[in-house]
């Protein structure tokens, strides 16, 4: 078994936290897996991408140079990562913030979710980063969503464990917007 | 590495903020103190690694870390740390390219580290780890050949390594900590001891220096430390450190799988450097191909560690990317069928 993804949009958004989040569970599970998070010297609004191998053999590089699966949260990011997805791979678009007329790869399966869009109507635009992770798990369950409510529970305590349930939710549409996506 | 470096018994640390290496000061903040040491974050980074010279001539196990810039800064205590013989660890997150440069992954600062780095004729051992594992061993590793010859050990890491997370198991704590017959804790019943790098003495001074190289002489002797990966039958060694050794690594197992017959010679111990096994593989190996993240600085090593006898090529870049094992066997391929396959014909 093996499998990676990179997750790519902008500070604040919530990626290395999603990505964090997904390696956490992967470890919980006791498979091998490596986070390698890349982004800007700003605190807000500079590039933050990761990449997330998971796997049961001993993983070799945590650099990926073409990983199977993409999420692009923003423009910016789907400009620079869009070419590098595998052949044939699996290209999560966040179309709220993405150009989608400009997406140009044929041999990939895209799929198109207005996360901040989803999130606002949810009630917490914060949350599209939990719809895109659901949205991810949608389509390659590569962790059980119960590995990831536990990792939650664990980071989540004290007065921000009534967070939980909220983000188990937008996790929960994720893979609902997910399955409905048709793709292949 | 700071949970490491608290079970080998570390209970000083001394730091000042640099990224990509504050989770290990964070860390310690929090635990140092649960651990019943001391975390001190300093005015600056020269005030560290002196605190660091304060805290190890009392005996007592004490490291700083840091990252490309704020390591020059730390080089004249080094210096004095290995005059006086005083064991210390140093973390260094390499950073991309000289002045700030980037926070992603290089290894610019090899010839810094390895060459003494400071002022004055002398060497810090440097371990050099591949993944966060290894960071983990090798700082329980450190702590010991610290003391056991009483210098400074630098632990030579970079961005990818500081900032990537994954899986590590921990050593169990250390219990017992080397007898330190030279500590300075106050001379009440014995007579007075000192700990100086000025001596004034001709005669103290080059003895003390000659005492100092035999010194060297002996950690080159005894702690080489190295991984081979699939050398047995190679026609081509690909000689990497670090993180770029992971990359590589992973590019030897792809070539592997396309049936060139590649491996992989990994330096652990970049001071002492293994160049006499690297001599020894030139008996069997006539291609040598060294890949570093910097514009060739582990080359001149292998260049002298080889003196002609066989072929080096060089694949290198400066810091700020880090090639994948793709871009890596592109090139090991491309070279391997140069040399090789074209020899064969």
Not at chain 1, 60 to 88: D, I, T, Y
Not at chain 2, 193 to 198: A, Q
Request: aromatic share 8%; with cysteine.
């Amino acid at each position: 078994m093996y499998a990676d993804v990179m997750m790519a949009g902008f500070g604040g958004q919530g990626i290395l936290l999603i990505g964090n989040l997904l390696a956490e569970a992967a470890l919980l599970e006791e498979l091998n897996v490596t986070y390698l998070p890349s982004y800007g010297v700003e605190m807000r609004g500079g590039t933050a991408n990761c990449t997330v191998v998971i796997s049961d053999q001993e993983i070799g590089s945590p650099q990926v140079s073409a990983p199977e699966v993409m999420l692009v949260m923003s423009e910016q990011a789907r400009e620079r990562f869009e070419a590098n997805v595998k052949p044939n791979g699996l290209l999560i678009v966040n179309s709220t913030l993405v150009d989608t007329g400009k997406l140009s790869r044929k041999d990939l399966e895209i799929i198109n979710i207005p996360f901040n869009q989803v999130a606002s109507e949810m009630g917490n635009a914060k949350f599209a980063n939990m719809i895109a992770l659901g949205a991810y798990l949608g389509k390659r369950p590569v962790v059980k969503t119960e590995s990831i409510e536990k990792m939650l529970k664990e980071q989540l305590t004290g007065k921000k464990a009534e967070f939980v349930p909220m983000n188990l939710k937008a996790i929960a549409r994720g893979i609902e917007l997910a399955n409905q996506s048709g793709g292949r | 590495m700071a949970e490491a470096a608290i079970r080998a018994g570390c209970r000083f640390y001394f730091g000042y903020p640099i990224t990509p290496q504050n989770e290990v000061a964070e860390y310690m903040s929090e635990h140092m103190p649960e651990a019943g040491g001391t975390f001190i974050q300093a005015e600056s980074e020269i005030a560290s690694i002196y605190m660091v010279l304060g805290a190890s001539v009392t005996g007592a196990r004490a490291m700083t870390s840091s990252s490309s810039p704020g390591i020059s800064l730390k080089q004249e205590g080094i210096s004095f740390l290995a005059g006086q013989e005083l064991p210390a660890v140093i973390l260094n997150v390499m950073r991309g390219g000289p002045g700030l440069g980037n926070i992603a992954g290089c290894q610019g600062d090899y010839f810094q580290a390895t060459r003494g780095g400071g002022h004055g004729d002398y060497k810090t051992i440097v371990l050099a780890p591949g993944s966060v594992q290894e960071l983990v061993d090798l700082t329980g590793v450190a702590f010991e050949l610290a003391d056991k010859y009483r210098n400074p050990v630098m632990i030579l890491a970079d961005g990818l390594i500081g900032q990537m997370r994954e899986p590590v198991v921990l050593p169990e704590p250390v219990k017992h900590l080397p007898e330190k017959d030279w500590a300075l804790r106050g001379a009440k019943g014995r007579p007075s001891r000192f700990s100086r790098s000025l001596i004034l003495n001709v005669r103290r001074m080059e003895e003390h220096n000659w005492k100092l190289q035999r010194k060297f002489r002996e950690i080159e002797a005894n702690e080489i430390r190295f991984e081979q990966y699939l050398l047995e039958d190679a026609k081509l060694v690909v000689v990497a450190f670090g993180s770029a050794a992971r990359v590589a690594k992973g590019a030897v197992k792809r070539l592997r799988k396309e049936g060139l017959k590649v491996g992989l010679f990994r330096p652990i111990t970049l001071w002492p450097f293994p160049h006499k096994k690297i001599r020894e593989l030139a008996n069997e190996c006539s291609e040598f191909l060294v890949y570093e993240l910097n514009a060739g600085q582990m080359l001149e090593d292998v260049k002298l560690a080889l003196s002609g006898s066989a072929e080096v090529f060089f694949y290198g870049r400066p810091g700020g990317v880090i090639p994948t094992p793709m871009d890596v066997a592109k090139i090991i391929g491309s070279r391997y069928y140069q040399r090789i396959k074209r020899k064969a014909k």
